[in-house]
C-alpha cells in the first residue's frame, strides 16, 4: 500500500469513526437535533425561534427547529442571491414507541408496553442488550411546559427469544405480534412502579411534575468496525443519520456567494412526513420564505429563487445483498465502498429524472466522486423516502442519492468505510456549486 493510499483509508476511518460517535449519542431524532444544534453553534450559528420576528444579515448563519426534532441550518451569501442549494435527510429511524403507564404485569414479570414506529425488521430486535430514549414533558418552576433529553446510560431491557424446544417452527420463518411478542421485559411484578420513578431521576423532577413524554426503545449494541480490512461498519439508525451526517459536515466545511446553503434533518420520514415537522410539512416552505421577507425580497423573488434552486435528497440505499442478488436489479448493483448512490424510480418515488441525474452526475465526475446507480427490480415497487413529499410544499429540482448498506431497517445495520468520505466530499461539492445551469429545449 503507498503511503498516499494508506493515509486516504486513515482519513475514511476516521470519518466512519466520526460519524458513529454522533449516531451513539443521538439514540432518538430529539438527540439528533440536540447533538447538530451543539456542532452548528461552536461553528457561529445563532439559533432563531420560529415564534420571533427574524432579523436576517448578509453572511449571517442560523438554523431553525420545529418540534425538536426537525432542524434546518443556513447560510446567507454576502451579497444578493440567486437561489437555494439544499440537502434533505431525515432524523428518525424505526424503532418501538413506549405508550404512557407501560408497565404491564406478565407470569410475575414486568413488560413495557409499546408500539411500532415505522417499518422494521423485528427478529435483530431480540436477545441484545435494550435501553430508552426520549424526551419527557414537565411543569417547570414558572408554570411553562418544558422538555427534557433523556437517554440513560445503561441496559434496562431484552427481548428474550422463546426457546426452539418450545417452537421447533422457529427456524421455517416467525411472524411477529407488536402487541404480544414485541414488548420488553423490564422487571419483577413487584418492580411495578420503577418505570416512573427511573423517568423522574433521569429528568431530574419530582415524579408528580412528569406531564408526558415521548419514548422510544434504543438497542444498545455499540457500533463495530469489522471485515477482511474492516472495511464495513454496523451501527445502529445508519439510515439515515449517515446522511444526515455528511450533509452536516459537508455543510460546515462549504461556503457559497451565489445560493443560500440549507441543511435540512427532517423528523418523521419513516412514518410518511406527514406531520407539523416532516417533509410534508411547511417547515422548509416557512423558512425559504421568511429568509427572502427578512432581506427585504419580494414574492416574485421567492419564486425566481425556487427556480434556481436544487434539492438533494438524502437517505440511504440498498446494496445488493451477497445471499440474495436476485431481490436486485440485473444491471444496477450498488455495493457498499462503490461511492454514493444516485437513485431511480419511475413512479418518482425518487425526485431523480435525466436533468437532475446529469446535475448530479456532473458535480461527481468534476470532484472525481464515485457514482453507483439504483433501480428497483421491475416487478417491485420499492421504497420512497423525503424528497418527492417535499416537492408538494417546495416544488424546485431535485435528485435522490444515498450510501449503499445492507440490512435496512434492521436495529443493527451495516455499510461501508470509504463511502462516508465520498458522501461527505459530495455534499462539500454541491453546497460551493452553483445554480443549476440548463437550457430546456422544448420543441423538437
Ligand atoms: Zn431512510
Redesign the pocket.
Known amino acids: 500500500m503507498t503511503t498516499k493510499t494508506k493515509t486516504k483509508k486513515t482519513a475514511q476511518r476516521r470519518l466512519a469513526e466520526q460519524v458513529l460517535t454522533h449516531i451513539t449519542a443521538s439514540p432518538t431524532a430529539y438527540h439528533v437535533v440536540a447533538n447538530m444544534i451543539r456542532r452548528l453553534e461552536d461553528a457561529g450559528f445563532t439559533g432563531l425561534p420560529e415564534e420571533e420576528r427574524w432579523q436576517l444579515a448578509p453572511g449571517g448563519r442560523y438554523y431553525v427547529t420545529r418540534n425538536g426534532s426537525s432542524i434546518i441550518a443556513f447560510t446567507i451569501p454576502g451579497r444578493d442571491f440567486r437561489g437555494y442549494q439544499i440537502i434533505a ?2 432524523s428518525d ?1 424505526p424503532s418501538f414507541r413506549i405508550k404512557e403507564n407501560p408497565e404491564m404485569e406478565a407470569a410475575g414479570y414486568l413488560r413495557l408496553n409499546v408500539e411500532r414506529y415505522g417499518g422494521m425488521l423485528c427478529a435483530p430486535w431480540f436477545d441484545r442488550p435494550l435501553s430508552i430514549a426520549g424526551r419527557v414533558v414537565v411543569r417547570g418552576r414558572d408554570g411553562a411546559l418544558e422538555t427534557r433529553l433523556i437517554q440513560p446510560d445503561r441496559d434496562l431491557l431484552m427481548l428474550p427469544s422463546l426457546a426452539i424446544h418450545m417452537n421447533r417452527e422457529a427456524n421455517d420463518g416467525m411472524k411477529y405480534n407488536a402487541q404480544t411478542d414485541m414488548l420488553p421485559l423490564f422487571g419483577e411484578a413487584a418492580d411495578k412502579g420503577r418505570f416512573r420513578a427511573l423517568l423522574a431521576s433521569e429528568a431530574g423532577v419530582p415524579e408528580q411534575d412528569i406531564l408526558s413524554d415521548d419514548l422510544y426503545l434504543v438497542v444498545r449494541q455499540a457500533p463495530s468496525f469489522w471485515g477482511a480490512e474492516e472495511q464495513y461498519f454496523s451501527s445502529p439508525r445508519l ?2 443519520q449517515e ?1 444526515a451526517w455528511c450533509s452536516l459536515e459537508g455543510f460546515l466545511a462549504a461556503d457559497n456567494e451565489e445560493q443560500v446553503m440549507l441543511h435540512c434533518v427532517l423528523d418523521n ?2 412514518v410518511g412526513s406527514r406531520t407539523r415537522q416532516g417533509a410534508a410539512s411547511t417547515f422548509l416552505q416557512s423558512v425559504l420564505v421568511r429568509i427572502g421577507e427578512s432581506l427585504g425580497r419580494d414574492g416574485q423573488d421567492y419564486h425566481t429563487a425556487l427556480a434556481s434552486s436544487f434539492m438533494v435528497s438524502a ?2 440505499a440498498h446494496a445488493v445483498h451477497p445471499a440474495h442478488p436476485d431481490k436486485a436489479d440485473p444491471v444496477h448493483r450498488p455495493r457498499m465502498n462503490g461511492g454514493i448512490v444516485l437513485k431511480y424510480a419511475a413512479n418518482q418515488n425518487y425526485t431523480t429524472d435525466g436533468v437532475s441525474a446529469a446535475v448530479v452526475r456532473d458535480l461527481c465526475l468534476r470532484e472525481k466522486i464515485p457514482l453507483q446507480t439504483f433501480f428497483n427490480r421491475s416487478d417491485q415497487p420499492g ?1 420512497s ?2 424528497g418527492n413529499i417535499s416537492n408538494t410544499q417546495v416544488s424546485l429540482m431535485a435528485a435522490d442519492i ?1 450510501l449503499a448498506q445492507l440490512a ?2 434492521s436495529p443493527y445495520e451495516t455499510a461501508g468505510v470509504s463511502d462516508v468520505g465520498a458522501l461527505v466530499d459530495f455534499c462539500r461539492a454541491f453546497y460551493r456549486a452553483g445554480a443549476p445551469r440548463i437550457r430546456e429545449t422544448c420543441h423538437s
Do not use: A, F, K, V
Open positions: 435527510s431525515h429511524s439510515d439515515d446522511c420520514e419513516e437517505d440511504n421504497g423516502t423525503l444515498g435496512m431497517h
